[in-house]
């Protein structure tokens, strides 16, 4: 209805509209969750009317704002979701305000002490680096810096928030010009070494998450640490803590992407470090089944980067891939005789 007539006939408001916003301007406020949900899903069928005029835009994307610092995790995950569906439209009032959010998440980041609120903080940071390309280019130094703490955080799910902020803050940076990009990247390989030498649980998951991005987003700046950043990956691969031997794992196929030729030919203890790779993620897809679809996985990436050297270790992942579908088809043959 909204989409085929937004502003009404000759001029004249459209009351279907109008009562939609009666209702948003009641809800929004109400202190009920169920509400601030239905304001939330009425918000978002309406960002994509494509006929609305400035002032119902304007209303939108503020009853949206309105919404993301909201203490429950659902209301603020659903805001963020709307908010995100703003910036893909690229409204001339929401990309003229983006600094404006920006700030504000950044001051959450910094002073606020509300849990939801601080990951709705990280949750934006990663939509506006990603939605908005060049236009908050400068503030790249102040996001890396507020950025780095939760990289560490006590708890998991802010370390995983905040790399997927500092992977789209790093898409950001353009790739031809080294004297801009290599301070930054230098920050942060300096943070990735000093997480890594405090031996802790926090310390290893955050050096991992930065190497991580930093492969992916800082071009040839890698290319000089990609031995030390291998044998990081080797060294936790078997860690205690199930994050970090995650993450170890997932590193190596990003390590093969990377460079090819170095993942194939780099000599570690004796074997180089694709054979060395390939031997442990077949052997733990044989004996963890915890760990299974991930070395899977990693697997194929590696094979995807390393087609022709990838041809000698065919043969044991397909025998490992039917052992898996046979012990399958025997427990589901045992559960239902």
């Known amino acids: 209805i909204l989409d085929a007539e937004?502003?009404?006939?000759?001029?004249?408001?459209?009351?279907?509209?109008?009562?939609?916003?009666?209702?948003?301007?009641?809800?929004?406020?109400?202190?009920d969750i169920h509400d601030r949900l239905e304001s939330i899903a009425i918000l978002s069928a309406l960002i994509d009317v494509d006929m609305l005029d400035e002032a119902q835009r304007t209303r939108i994307s503020s009853q949206v704002k309105s919404l993301l610092p909201h203490t429950n995790p659902t209301v603020s995950t659903e805001a963020v979701g709307a908010y995100k569906k703003l910036l893909i439209k690229k409204w001339t009032i929401v990309m003229s305000s983006v600094e404006l959010d920006l700030n504000r998440s950044l001051e959450w980041l910094s002073s606020e002490r509300n849990d939801v609120v601080r990951m709705t903080a990280l949750h934006v940071i990663e939509a506006l680096c990603t939605g908005t390309n060049t236009a908050l280019f400068p503030f790249i130094p102040r996001i890396l810096t507020q950025l780095s703490p939760y990289l560490r955080d006590p708890k998991v799910e802010y370390r995983l928030a905040a790399s997927r902020a500092l992977g789209a803050c790093l898409g950001m940076v353009p790739?031809?010009?080294?004297?801009?990009?290599?301070?930054?990247?230098?920050?942060?390989?300096?943070?990735?070494?000093?997480h890594q030498s405090s031996g802790s649980v926090e310390g290893y998951h955050a050096a991992l998450l930065i190497c991580h991005e930093l492969i992916q987003h800082g071009g040839m700046y890698m290319q000089a640490n990609f031995a030390s950043t291998s044998d990081l990956a080797l060294k936790l691969k078997d860690h205690r803590?199930?994050?970090?031997?995650?993450?170890?794992?997932?590193?190596?196929?990003?390590?093969?992407?990377?460079?090819?030729?170095?993942?194939?030919?780099?000599?570690?203890?004796?074997?180089?470090?694709?054979?060395?790779?390939?031997?442990?993620?077949?052997?733990?897809?044989?004996?963890?089944?915890?760990d299974r679809a991930t070395a899977f996985l990693a697997l194929g990436q590696i094979a995807q980067s390393c087609s022709a050297e990838f041809k000698p270790f065919l043969e044991s992942i397909t025998r490992a891939i039917k052992d898996v579908l046979v012990q399958r088809v025997k427990l589901r043959a045992t559960a239902s005789g």
């Open 6 to 31: 937004a502003s009404g006939k000759h001029g004249n408001p459209n009351l279907v509209y109008l009562d939609i916003n009666a209702r948003l301007v009641k809800n929004v406020g109400s202190s």
């Open 175 to 194: 790739s031809y010009d080294i004297s801009i990009r290599g301070p930054w990247l230098s920050y942060l390989y300096e943070e990735q070494q000093r």
């Open 241 to 290: 803590e199930p994050m970090i031997h995650k993450a170890a794992i997932s590193l190596l196929p990003v390590l093969a992407r990377y460079s090819p030729q170095d993942f194939t030919k780099l000599n570690v203890s004796g074997e180089t470090l694709m054979v060395r790779s390939c031997n442990y993620l077949i052997n733990l897809s044989k004996t963890s089944e915890r």
